[in-house]
């Protein structure tokens, strides 16, 4: 970034990346390169006058697909990318996902179509839902949402950095919602510090989304915050690090234990202080999850029905036009042709605990919001009662990703039994139940092994910057 940068170097070479390696589905619409001109231009004189705007002027970033539908184009911006737009980003194009964020392969992408494959081996899946932004952010940056993973999990498959902000810290205005209490918008790179300048861009409250809050006096939330006392201060050395004890489950991958075990002798070696604790309710963050999610994701995706807006059916179009025909057959054909089968899953889970089957209609959602207060709870004591700055984690039970044609052959069982793919997300649904900051790191376990592998630190909620200075003495 200092000395004579080439703006349109940069720009041209993400370009010719993209078009590489377009046969990795990392992206679903790419931009017109000509409308940057302009843009590059006046990032170059920025440069050449010493003026940048940012970290980030004149690099190319790209946005995962949830900002936009398909065919229709915005008038307006999404609130971060305002933002970014305004710090001299240049937005080369939209990135492939699972579905409405639904999915951690990144194989279940719109009409499930486009398989998103990882750069580091094509054979294996990119990590989902964000997945092509994943691919993408090898050539810069990128954005993710995060609803139980979605950042986290395509960083780990594909060796990146990756941010899921406290919930509430950046605007989603704009953004399409899964699940409205966890989702987040996050950053994808190849460095802490780029992170940190992604997020410092992108957070702040805004008028235009009442989730997002100021965080200025969030240090008052923690009330014996040893971080927020020294906010310099933060080192290895003075390091207090939660080991927590349900982390440690019979099916992490061996080469993970080592991965972890490795990582704290490094911290115990430079001084930080390791405290065992438990948190027994984690144990119950995975079925809150698949509780409360489905019912706030068929709840928000009930407005598309195929009338207002989204895919439609033609009038006259019907199949079978003998048998009779109203509203509610247009509404579920629509649905049915429309949603692709993650989809259809979560909606049709969702239905169901939302429905009159039950006595009172919510009460299994009512209760998974109660186990989400007393697990905050636990989870806040713990930390206070140890003065913890970071809780280190696994982002994943297995090492490597699962290779693509296992999954559509189902050699893994997840085409019948989605519950495989539910069960990848034990360790990064935990930061969304809680609404914490959680940053993931890649490690390159042995040179012999090609994919690299990675952990988590997760603070506490509102200490985003604390945990993006943590990651930075970690890198
Ligand atoms: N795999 C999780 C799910 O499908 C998380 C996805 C996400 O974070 N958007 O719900």
Same mark, same amino acid.
């Given at each position: 970034r200092q000395g004579q940068i080439r703006v349109s170097d940069i720009i041209d070479q993400a370009y010719s990346n993209i078009q590489s390696k377009s046969h990795l589905n990392a992206f679903v619409n790419v931009q017109d390169?000509?409308?940057?001109a302009q843009q590059i231009e006046e990032s170059q004189k920025r440069y050449s006058e010493g003026?940048?705007?940012?970290?980030?002027?004149?690099l190319p970033i790209a946005i995962k697909h949830t900002f936009i539908f398909q065919g229709f184009t915005p008038n307006i911006d999404a609130t971060v990318i305002r933002k970014l737009k305004q710090n001299g980003a240049i937005i080369v194009g939209k990135t492939n996902m699972d579905e409405f964020g639904?999915?951690?392969? &990144?194989?279940?992408g719109y009409n499930d179509k486009k398989i998103t494959r990882n750069p580091?081996?094509?054979?294996y899946i990119a990590g989902g839902s964000s997945s092509g932004s994943a691919v993408a952010t090898k050539s810069g940056y990128s954005l993710g949402t995060d609803t139980g993973g979605s950042v986290s999990y395509p960083a780990h498959c594909c060796g990146l950095y990756s941010m899921k902000p406290?919930? &509430?810290?950046?605007?989603?205005?704009g953004q399409i919602l899964y699940s409205s209490s966890n989702d987040v918008i996050g950053p994808m790179t190849n460095s802490s510090d780029d992170l940190e300048s992604l997020f410092d861009i992108m957070q702040g409250e805004d008028?235009?989304?009442?989730?997002? #809050?100021?965080?200025?006096? #969030?240090?008052?939330?923690?009330?014996?915050d040893r971080l927020t006392k020294n906010?310099?201060? #933060?080192?290895l050395q003075n390091l207090r690090v939660g080991i927590v004890q349900?982390?440690?489950?019979?099916?992490?991958?061996n080469r993970n234990r080592t991965i972890q075990d490795n990582l704290k002798s490094i911290l115990k070696d430079q001084g930080a202080q390791l405290i065992n604790v438990q948190i027994?309710?984690?144990?119950y963050a995975l079925p809150f999850y698949f509780t409360l999610v489905p019912a706030e994701a068929s709840s928000n995706l009930?407005?598309?029905?195929g009338i207002k807006y989204g895919y439609q059916i033609p009038i006259g179009?019907?199949?079978?036009?003998s048998a009779k025909q109203d509203l509610f057959d247009y509404i579920e054909r629509v649905r049915s042709e429309a949603f692709g089968i993650n989809v259809k899953r979560r909606v049709l889970l969702g239905n169901f605990l939302l429905?009159?089957?039950?006595?009172?209609?919510n009460e299994k959602v009512i209760e998974s919001q109660r186990v989400r207060r007393l697990l905050i709870q636990q989870y806040c004591k713990v930390m206070e009662e140890n003065q913890l700055d970071i809780i280190i984690s696994p982002v994943?039970? &297995?090492i490597e990703p699962p290779k693509i044609n296992d999954i559509l052959n189902d050699n893994k069982g997840a085409q019948k039994n989605p519950v495989f793919e539910y069960k990848m997300d034990y360790f990064t649904a935990l930061p969304n139940c809680l609404g914490i900051p959680a940053i993931t790191m890649p490690v390159q376990?042995?040179?012999?092994?090609?994919f690299p592998s990675s952990f988590m630190i997760q603070g506490y909620f509102g200490e985003d910057y604390h945990l993006l200075k943590i990651a930075k003495e970690l890198d």
């Amino acid at each position: 970034r200092q000395g004579q940068i080439r703006v349109s170097d940069i720009i041209d070479q993400a370009y010719s990346n993209i078009q590489s390696k377009s046969h990795l589905n990392a992206f679903v619409n790419v931009q017109d390169k000509q409308k940057h001109a302009q843009q590059i231009e006046e990032s170059q004189k920025r440069y050449s006058e010493g003026k940048q705007l940012s970290d980030i002027d004149g690099l190319p970033i790209a946005i995962k697909h949830t900002f936009i539908f398909q065919g229709f184009t915005p008038n307006i911006d999404a609130t971060v990318i305002r933002k970014l737009k305004q710090n001299g980003a240049i937005i080369v194009g939209k990135t492939n996902m699972d579905e409405f964020g639904m999915g951690s392969l &990144g194989m279940y992408g719109y009409n499930d179509k486009k398989i998103t494959r990882n750069p580091i081996d094509e054979e294996y899946i990119a990590g989902g839902s964000s997945s092509g932004s994943a691919v993408a952010t090898k050539s810069g940056y990128s954005l993710g949402t995060d609803t139980g993973g979605s950042v986290s999990y395509p960083a780990h498959c594909c060796g990146l950095y990756s941010m899921k902000p406290s919930y &509430g810290r950046l605007s989603r205005f704009g953004q399409i919602l899964y699940s409205s209490s966890n989702d987040v918008i996050g950053p994808m790179t190849n460095s802490s510090d780029d992170l940190e300048s992604l997020f410092d861009i992108m957070q702040g409250e805004d008028s235009n989304d009442s989730n997002c #809050i100021n965080f200025s006096n #969030i240090s008052k939330i923690r009330h014996q915050d040893r971080l927020t006392k020294n906010p310099e201060n #933060i080192s290895l050395q003075n390091l207090r690090v939660g080991i927590v004890q349900e982390f440690d489950i019979a099916e992490l991958d061996n080469r993970n234990r080592t991965i972890q075990d490795n990582l704290k002798s490094i911290l115990k070696d430079q001084g930080a202080q390791l405290i065992n604790v438990q948190i027994p309710l984690i144990k119950y963050a995975l079925p809150f999850y698949f509780t409360l999610v489905p019912a706030e994701a068929s709840s928000n995706l009930s407005r598309y029905d195929g009338i207002k807006y989204g895919y439609q059916i033609p009038i006259g179009s019907q199949a079978n036009t003998s048998a009779k025909q109203d509203l509610f057959d247009y509404i579920e054909r629509v649905r049915s042709e429309a949603f692709g089968i993650n989809v259809k899953r979560r909606v049709l889970l969702g239905n169901f605990l939302l429905s009159s089957r039950f006595e009172d209609y919510n009460e299994k959602v009512i209760e998974s919001q109660r186990v989400r207060r007393l697990l905050i709870q636990q989870y806040c004591k713990v930390m206070e009662e140890n003065q913890l700055d970071i809780i280190i984690s696994p982002v994943s039970i &297995g090492i490597e990703p699962p290779k693509i044609n296992d999954i559509l052959n189902d050699n893994k069982g997840a085409q019948k039994n989605p519950v495989f793919e539910y069960k990848m997300d034990y360790f990064t649904a935990l930061p969304n139940c809680l609404g914490i900051p959680a940053i993931t790191m890649p490690v390159q376990e042995c040179k012999t092994y090609k994919f690299p592998s990675s952990f988590m630190i997760q603070g506490y909620f509102g200490e985003d910057y604390h945990l993006l200075k943590i990651a930075k003495e970690l890198d």
